[in-house]
């Protein structure tokens, strides 16, 4: 299995009105972008930690309604908010909504404060890989019985470089694996990820590898291809939305067609 490259980008709903975010979709979607993501939280990563900033997945609803053709998700749903039978219900009503274009990116949790203000246990990073260990054959059993049932097999993005454990649920349960860092890091846990991808009976090709960038193409893109990645996300945060370098991480896309 080969996989296009494909340009995605992270639209941070923080620090902005929802207009400010729905035209950046908007605009986003016209530019030509693969895939819109936003992001599970309940406050801003970045900036004044009090500032506006609102909730992922009724957002993805809305966008599932304003947008025809990029693919949408999470980069990533905290799995610790959402019991898995309600968050596999809530994907399947999204990707009949956007008419089977929904992403359901899915991490283990990591900012205290949503846990500590919105009133979850926010235990230990082992406790939460083990949580989303139980959850993923979860949400992928209640797809099976949902009615109706979802419009495709809805890929499942997982978020994390974790050697162990993350990378082993991505092979056991994951379209596409979403990585952070530099080359050398990418390369490394390629391996190790290919590795459990053999180990489950998977071919490692099956797993589709997204990477975030944040710099122009010009400077890292060759390199990551050669790595392995296919699928680059740019994030970008509000007010202001400035998709400038977004444009040019699709222009470099589209040269190479």
Same mark, same amino acid.
Not at 228 to 248: N, R, S
């Given at each position: 299995?080969?996989?296009?490259? $494909? ?6 709903? @923080?620090?902005?009105? &929802? $207009?400010?975010?729905?035209? +950046? ?5 016209? *530019? ?13 990563? &970045? ?13 993805? !609803? ?5 947008? /025809?053709?990029?693919?949408? =998700? *999470? ?5 610790? &908010? ?8 809530? *994907? ?81 349960? +994951? @379209? ?24 489950? !009976? ?9 990477? !975030? ?9 060759? *390199? ?12 970008? !945060? =509000?007010?202001? &939305? ?8 699709? +222009?470099?896309?589209?040269?190479? /067609?």
């Amino acid at each position: 299995m080969t996989h296009p490259i $494909r340009i995605g980008v992270q639209l941070q709903p @923080q620090h902005a009105e &929802y $207009r400010q975010i729905r035209s +950046a979709v908007a605009e986003a979607e016209e *530019a030509g972008v693969d895939v819109v993501f936003n992001w599970d939280h309940f406050f801003p990563l &970045y900036g004044e930690p009090d500032g506006a900033h609102f909730e992922c997945w009724t957002m993805l !609803g809305a966008w599932a309604e304003a947008t /025809s053709r990029v693919e949408i =998700g *999470a980069l990533v749903t905290c799995n610790s &908010y959402r019991n898995p039978e309600l968050l596999a219900d809530m *994907a399947r009503t999204v990707d009949h909504i956007s008419g089977g274009r929904l992403i359901l990116g899915i991490g283990a949790g990591w900012f205290e404060r949503d846990y500590d203000e919105y009133g979850y246990d926010f235990g230990t990073a082992g406790s939460r890989l083990a949580d989303l260990a139980q959850a993923l054959p979860r949400i992928r059993d209640r797809w099976s019985k949902l009615n109706p049932a979802p419009t495709r097999e809805i890929p499942i993005l997982i978020g994390g470089g974790g050697e162990k454990k993350t990378l082993r649920y991505t092979a056991e349960h +994951a @379209q596409i694996w979403h990585s952070f860092g530099d080359v050398d890091t990418l390369v490394r846990k390629n391996g190790i990820l290919d590795g459990h991808c053999a180990d489950v !009976g998977r071919e490692p090709s099956q797993v589709e590898r997204s990477i !975030g960038v944040g710099k122009p193409p010009g400077e890292v893109a060759d *390199a990551l291809v050669d790595a392995g990645a296919t699928l680059f996300t740019v994030g970008v !945060g =509000g007010p202001d &939305y400035d998709l400038g370098l977004l444009k040019e991480w699709i +222009a470099w896309r589209d040269s190479r /067609s």
